[in-house]
């Protein structure tokens, strides 16, 4: 079975999820490929920082694993 790991927008932060234990658990896992929700690619309005396609050309170069936009 493939791993996966999915990415959301700020909606998951807010929830707690982007604490750094979270995040120091999420470097952990080593998936076969990352998932850009579509929360995240289709936002309106988009985010002020970058977008989607610069985000998931970040997260290729620092992990090495391919990212899927959904």
Not at 8 to 27: E, F, Q, R, V
Not at 54 to 62: C, G, L, N, T, W
Request: glycine letters at 10%.
């Amino acid at each position: 079975m493939e791993k996966i790991a999915i990415v959301g927008c700020g909606a998951y932060m807010d929830s707690g999820y982007g604490c750094p234990g979270m995040s120091i658990k999420l470097s952990q896992i080593k998936p076969d490929a990352i998932y850009l929700s579509s929360c995240l690619v289709n936002a309106k309005p988009g985010c002020p920082y970058s977008n989607a396609d610069q985000m998931a050309e970040i997260i290729e170069k620092k992990t090495g694993i391919k990212v899927i936009q959904l």
